[in-house]
């Protein structure tokens, strides 16, 4: 037998031929298996701590001290008191002797293991283990080892991450909070030691704390005099920078190593015990000022030097002091139950804080802000602070007469601004959307000023940076670092942007930067809409006179007009100024909602005025093709091109309030019935000077964008103006003749087409005197016509052998398949007169369709074209489609996709496209399935049928949800809108006789039960939670776990998956969903399921003896109320997996190394 020393240097040998860069994966697995066989054996902790002993390579060290925490953590139970005591000393000798020279992996591994042992033997079988650890504290060589062992205790004890019974976990977690004085008691010692031990700094005046004076104003409190209140705040800021200029007490200078370990690691052991311990008198004011001093250190820019030349800002151990320091203090501020006689002690770290951020807004010389000096993780963790105060603490102080809040905003407002992190300043912005939650949620009303008039000022002064924020001529330099590219893609069913442009999922950073900022100023104007408004026209009404005087430098040069403007200082000025006017264009749009609902009759004024000028714009941008000027800088083109989007984009925003205004709230009825509208004149001509303004642009040859613009105008206002007004316009009427070629992109056209439907097809609201309905129907009818024409003489006969005809067909049947579809959804919440009208004029198409479905089945785009117009048919057009219709349609498809194995191929090819047509149908017989009434019920068995035994087989194995979610779906709603399929309700029944557990297609209710019991035992959780949700549902509207066929064959069977998965741990996240199924599953008989169920489930769990059986039968009561059942499947599931941990089995045999 070899020698241990021998054995040393072969594992030595393994180790580094693993970790060498020339070993091949085979043979790293096969030396992986060796190892993880020699870690298996029966007394390989000796060999371990032998190694661990005499080696000086860092590979064996951590392999054997990994090998022995296993063993602690699964094996400890199995091992002879003798050998228990014998790790235990060896590894505390072990630490104890190299705590100073072993890497810190090294010491802190040692330590976890000796807490470990603590962990399952602390205090009974290791009485001085507490004792052992608070002695290291006396002497200085020991102090840092002291504070690692407190820090993993808190880690391990508090909260044990490997498996314990439920017993001991309380257990630890008393024993523990007794000792938690003495370990705060100790570490607030220690971070006063290095106080004390530093104490011989500069000294400065102490800042003044915000609840007093300042030193211009000795007669009057910053709270009862606030410059917010009296003055703006922009002057309480100027006042505020002469309290800041000062420092605390004392400062830290730079520590020596000692110390800064011991202030690091104590910080780093206080923000994890804060994480845990209740507020309470523990955390000693005392102890709070001491760790705000250490928070102090990353509020100093510290010094700079010198790097190869060039200067390079250095951060400094007092910044990472500064960030764990921050950290704790966070860790307090998290916690939102608090003891009422602990708000005082808050209200002293409040006032510490600010003078913290007094400190951070001060200006510092040659620098614009004095953040920029300062670590990023230090303010990262500053305003974490700030959000927590917001959002958790800021309701119980706000009223406080000692709390400054109007102070606190002002230093807020200049920590914002300050911020030179695009990040960071986002995260400011997150602190006032909060704050600006909590005074919306106190307003009741348009008119209720509650709580928010002491703060107008602050408010204002928020939107105001945030305007100065968004536009060139006042943040150039962030702004032109942003990148600016707009997306000129269309989106074909967009009707909810408020003057934005492109409708990419990839945005620009510019345009996240200006939608975090201007929604956060649309939040200010919820609460102070008319100054907020006010606040944003004056600068878009000044720049757009400008810009409206733009015509005056254009100059015609060989036919062609050129923009004489070409100085080096006028090109950037004019820059900024087209791209401030898009911004604050786009801001107009945004605030269109302000002058909605209750507030349209008063300001409809200004929303005319601003509507007639956004006109004016249009007309003049168009009239003088401004994006067709030359420029002596190309910069300035594309600037013309997206103040002439933006312009349209804005125009649609308010297209809204147009059709508000247009409502039939101001409709006066006369006596004899006649109606009259207040406004229809106004709405007339506003709706005619839109329509020019988006016609107008698509006869011009305008730059894409300009065109999808104005393309989206005119849908919207098509679907929400639906006046006469559109079709006595003779650029509408030339729309009808020139849409069908219009234009070149296929969307834009198929949005033109879908715009002229909806004037001619949705209804006109009752006021109007003539409705011309047979004329509109008549138009439309040969409109769709000539639009259609040559997907309805396709000759189907012929177009079944020619595929070169198929291909050569495809493209246009999807785009007019594409254009009926969303023309069909906008119909969704129209009368029923228009619908009728609309099938009558699509009807041969959609029957076209159906018949084309066979011979493109293979063909995924159009295959998933025609069944998502059939989905959105069924779900729109399903009364005029006709019973006879739709079962002809349904059976066409199943014929198709069960005849010859269409469905299983699909989704064997792993192609998404042929994927997502099965998707679509599973939808379209989930529409079926769902129909109430006995209209599709001959449906329900071939359907069945389709599921489970066509699709199911093919999925139920696979690990991608993209079938499953769709096919669980169709089978949830065939259940629960067909639940009399399989058990019909009669009257012996209801009256009580009878058996009432009767059941009908009983094989195909088990075999649909049977595959949402398999889902519980797979791991897409998606699926799973939807399933388990589709129980309980069902559960819950016809008591599903009670019926016969369920109680009987298998309730017992589901409770077991479900109490299994929780054993494993392979759904964690669902653990409370998962126990509330079982609570409700077990409710249906109580007494059988604690008296029979538990004994037979522990029966046949592995890994358990029959003791442990009997104790956890013991140990589980027998309440039946949720919260006590779910506290109590929590306790058994938790000690049956620590005894199945214990009962691990050692495998014979030894391995040589």
């Known amino acids: 037998m070899a020698t241990d020393q021998e054995s040393l240097r072969a594992l030595e040998g393994l180790m580094n031929e693993f970790f060498g860069s020339l070993t091949t994966n085979p043979r790293k697995r096969d030396i992986e298996t060796i190892l993880g066989n020699f870690g298996q054996q029966r007394g390989a902790w000796k060999q371990c701590l032998y190694y661990v002993a005499h080696t000086h390579n860092s590979y064996v060290s951590m392999y054997c001290l990994t090998t022995l925490e296993n063993i602690i953590n699964k094996q400890w139970v199995g091992l002879m008191p003798e050998e228990r005591t014998e790790i235990r000393?060896?590894?505390?000798?072990?630490?104890?002797?190299?705590?100073?020279?072993?890497?810190?992996?090294?010491?802190?591994?040692?330590?976890?293991?000796?807490?470990?042992?603590?962990?399952?033997?602390?205090?009974?079988?290791?009485?001085?283990?507490?004792?052992?650890?608070?002695?290291?504290?006396?002497?200085?060589?020991?102090?840092?080892l002291c504070i690692v062992f407190l820090q993993t205790i808190s880690e391990e004890l508090a909260c044990p991450r490997e498996e314990l019974s439920y017993s001991r976990r309380t257990e630890l977690r008393r024993l523990l909070s007794q000792q938690v004085?003495?370990?705060?008691?100790?570490?607030?010692?220690?971070?006063?030691?290095?106080?004390?031990?530093?104490?011989?700094?500069?000294?400065?005046?102490?800042?003044?704390?915000?609840?007093?004076?300042?030193?211009?104003?000795?007669?009057?409190?910053?709270?009862?005099?606030?410059?917010?209140?009296?003055?703006?705040?922009?002057?309480?800021?100027?006042?505020?920078?002469?309290?800041?200029?000062?420092?605390?007490?004392?400062?830290?200078?730079?520590?020596?190593?000692?110390?800064?370990?011991?202030?690091?690691?104590?910080?780093?052991?206080?923000?994890?015990?804060?994480?845990?311990?209740?507020?309470?008198?523990?955390?000693?004011?005392?102890?709070?000022?001491?760790?705000?001093?250490?928070?102090?250190?990353?509020?100093?820019?510290?010094?700079?030097?010198?790097?190869?030349?060039?200067?390079?800002?250095s951060f400094m151990v007092g910044e990472s002091l500064g960030v764990l320091a921050m950290g704790a203090i966070n860790e307090i501020m998290s916690k939102n139950c608090v003891p009422h006689d602990f708000e005082e002690f808050l209200l002293q770290m409040f006032r510490n804080t600010f003078q913290l951020l007094q400190r951070l807004v001060r200006d510092e010389p040659n620098t614009t802000s004095r953040l920029q000096l300062l670590d990023p993780s230090y303010l990262d963790k500053f305003t974490e602070f700030l959000r927590l105060f917001v959002s958790v603490h800021l309701r119980r102080f706000e009223n406080n007469s000692q709390f400054p809040v109007l102070e606190f905003l002002a230093l807020l407002f200049r920590y914002t601004f300050h911020q030179h992190c695009v990040e960071a300043y986002f995260n400011c912005l997150d602190v006032w959307s909060i704050f600006l939650d909590h005074l919306l949620s106190k307003v009741q009303g348009p008119q209720d000023q509650t709580g928010v008039g002491r703060y107008e000022d602050a408010l204002i002064s928020l939107a105001r940076g945030i305007l100065h924020k968004i536009q060139l001529r006042h943040n150039q330099a962030e702004l032109e670092e942003l990148d600016h590219e707009i997306c000129e893609e269309i989106s074909e069913n967009n009707m909810h942007h408020y003057g934005e442009l492109g409708t990419s999922e990839e945005i620009s950073e510019w345009h996240s930067f200006f939608t975090r900022n201007l929604e956060l100023l649309a939040k200010i104007a919820d609460l102070l809409p008319d100054q907020i408004f006010t606040l944003v026209y004056e600068p878009w009404n000044e720049a757009t006179k400008l810009y409206l005087s733009l015509q005056s430098n254009m100059i015609e040069q060989n036919g062609r007009r050129r923009l004489n403007i070409s100085a080096e200082h006028e090109c950037p000025r004019l820059h900024c100024l087209l791209?401030?006017?898009?911004?604050?264009?786009?801001?107009?749009?945004?605030?269109?909602?302000?002058?909605?609902?209750?507030?349209?009759?008063?300001?409809?004024?200004?929303?005319?005025?601003?509507?007639?000028?956004?006109?004016?714009?249009?007309?003049?941008?168009?009239?003088?093709?401004?994006?067709?000027?030359?420029?002596?800088?190309?910069?300035?083109?594309?600037?013309?091109?997206?103040?002439?989007?933006?312009?349209?984009?804005?125009?649609?925003?308010?297209?809204?309030?147009?059709?508000?205004?247009?409502?039939?709230?101001?409709?006066?009825?006369?006596?004899?019935?006649?109606?009259?509208?207040?406004?229809?004149?106004?709405?007339?001509?506003?709706?005619?000077?839109?329509?020019?303004?988006?016609?107008?642009?698509?006869?011009?040859?305008a730059p894409p964008l300009i065109i999808n613009c104005g393309v989206q105008l005119l849908l919207s206002l098509s679907v929400m103006m639906r006046s006469p007004v559109a079709l006595e316009m003779n650029q509408v009427q030339s729309l009808y003749v020139q849409a069908p070629s219009l234009s070149s992109d296929i969307k834009v056209r198929g949005l033109i087409l879908r715009a002229l439907v909806n004037f001619l097809l949705l209804p006109w609201p009752s006021f109007v005197v003539d409705h011309r309905l047979e004329t509109r129907k008549h138009h439309l009818t040969s409109f769709i016509n000539s639009f259609t024409c040559e997907v309805r003489k396709i000759d189907v006969q012929a177009l079944v052998d020619d595929k070169t005809l198929q291909e050569t067909m495809a493209p246009k049947l999807c785009d007019t398949l594409s254009v009926i579809r969303y023309q069909v959804e906008e119909l969704n919440n129209t009368d029923k007169a228009s619908r009728e009208l609309y099938y009558h004029c699509v009807q041969?198409?959609?029957?076209?369709?159906?018949?084309?479905?066979?011979?493109?089945?293979?063909?995924?785009?159009?295959?998933?074209?025609?069944?998502?117009?059939?989905?959105?048919?069924?779900?729109?057009?399903?009364?005029?489609?006709?019973?006879?219709?739709?079962?002809?349609?349904?059976?066409?498809?199943?014929?198709?996709?069960?005849?010859?194995?269409?469905?299983?191929?699909?989704?064997?090819?792993?192609?998404?496209?042929?994927?997502?047509?099965?998707?679509?149908?599973?939808?379209?017989?989930?529409?079926?399935?769902?129909?109430?009434?006995?209209?599709?019920?001959?449906?329900?068995?071939?359907?069945?049928?389709?599921?489970?035994?066509?699709?199911?087989?093919?999925?139920?194995?696979?690990?991608?949800?993209?079938?499953?979610?769709?096919?669980?779906?169709?089978?949830?709603?065939?259940?629960?809108?067909?639940?009399?399929?399989?058990?019909?309700?009669?009257?012996?029944?209801?009256?009580?006789?009878?058996?009432?557990?009767?059941?009908?297609?009983?094989?195909?209710?088990?075999?649909?039960?049977?595959?949402?019991?398999?889902?519980?035992?797979?791991?897409?959780?998606?699926?799973?939670?939807?399933?388990?949700?589709?129980?309980?549902?069902?559960?819950?509207?016809?008591?599903?776990?009670?019926?016969?066929?369920?109680?009987?064959?298998?309730?017992?069977?589901?409770?077991?998956v479900l109490l299994q998965v929780l054993v494993h741990r392979s759904q964690d996240l669902l653990q409370e969903e998962i126990t509330i199924t079982v609570y409700n599953m077990a409710s249906v008989d109580f007494t059988t399921f604690f008296a029979a169920f538990v004994p037979h489930f522990l029966q046949n769990m592995d890994g358990l003896d029959n003791d442990q059986r009997t104790t956890l039968k013991q140990n589980f009561k027998t309440d039946t109320d949720l919260p006590t059942f779910t506290q109590n499947v929590q306790r058994f599931i938790n000690d049956l997996r620590y005894y199945r941990t214990c009962n691990t089995s050692l495998p014979p045999g030894t391995v040589k190394l």
């Open 579 to 701: 791209r401030d006017l898009s911004s604050l264009l786009q801001a107009i749009g945004r605030l269109s909602t302000l002058f909605l609902g209750e507030e349209l009759p008063k300001r409809s004024a200004t929303a005319i005025q601003v509507i007639e000028k956004l006109v004016q714009m249009a007309n003049y941008s168009t009239g003088l093709k401004l994006f067709e000027v030359e420029t002596a800088v190309d910069v300035l083109h594309s600037d013309f091109v997206e103040v002439h989007a933006q312009v349209l984009s804005t125009l649609r925003a308010w297209v809204h309030w147009l059709s508000q205004l247009y409502g039939q709230q101001f409709v006066q009825v006369f006596p004899g019935g006649t109606q009259t509208h207040q406004h229809q004149d106004t709405c007339h001509t506003i709706n005619k000077q839109m329509l020019v303004a988006a016609t107008n642009v698509l006869n011009v040859e």
């Open 89 to 144: 000393s060896t590894l505390y000798r072990f630490v104890l002797e190299n705590h100073k020279v072993a890497p810190y992996y090294i010491r802190n591994k040692l330590v976890k293991l000796v807490v470990d042992i603590a962990r399952l033997s602390w205090p009974h079988f290791y009485p001085d283990f507490f004792t052992n650890v608070l002695s290291l504290s006396r002497s200085p060589d020991t102090v840092v």
């Open 844 to 1056: 041969d198409i959609i029957h076209q369709a159906i018949l084309l479905f066979p011979i493109y089945v293979q063909h995924s785009s159009v295959c998933e074209e025609i069944l998502s117009l059939m989905v959105v048919v069924m779900q729109v057009l399903r009364v005029q489609l006709g019973p006879g219709r739709v079962e002809a349609t349904i059976q066409t498809f199943l014929d198709v996709f069960t005849t010859r194995h269409h469905l299983q191929l699909a989704i064997s090819a792993d192609n998404p496209a042929a994927v997502r047509v099965v998707d679509k149908f599973l939808k379209l017989l989930e529409l079926i399935v769902s129909e109430p009434g006995q209209s599709f019920r001959q449906f329900i068995p071939n359907t069945i049928t389709l599921c489970m035994e066509h699709i199911y087989p093919v999925v139920s194995e696979r690990v991608s949800p993209e079938v499953k979610g769709p096919l669980f779906e169709l089978l949830r709603c065939l259940l629960e809108h067909n639940w009399k399929y399989f058990f019909k309700p009669s009257v012996h029944i209801s009256l009580g006789a009878g058996n009432w557990d009767s059941i009908e297609n009983e094989a195909q209710f088990i075999q649909i039960m049977q595959a949402f019991g398999q889902s519980f035992m797979q791991p897409d959780i998606t699926i799973f939670k939807h399933n388990l949700e589709a129980l309980e549902s069902l559960n819950s509207k016809y008591k599903l776990y009670h019926k016969g066929v369920f109680r009987n064959s298998m309730l017992g069977q589901f409770i077991t």
């Open 181 to 313: 004085p003495t370990m705060l008691t100790l570490l607030s010692s220690l971070l006063e030691g290095v106080v004390e031990k530093h104490k011989n700094a500069v000294t400065a005046t102490p800042p003044p704390s915000p609840t007093h004076t300042h030193s211009q104003s000795p007669s009057r409190s910053a709270l009862s005099s606030s410059p917010i209140q009296t003055g703006t705040l922009s002057s309480m800021f100027d006042s505020l920078e002469s309290g800041t200029s000062t420092r605390m007490a004392f400062l830290l200078p730079p520590l020596d190593t000692e110390s800064e370990t011991i202030a690091l690691l104590s910080l780093n052991c206080l923000t994890h015990l804060f994480s845990w311990i209740p507020l309470s008198t523990l955390i000693t004011p005392h102890l709070l000022n001491t760790i705000f001093l250490f928070a102090s250190l990353g509020a100093d820019p510290q010094p700079s030097k010198l790097h190869n030349g060039s200067l390079e800002k």
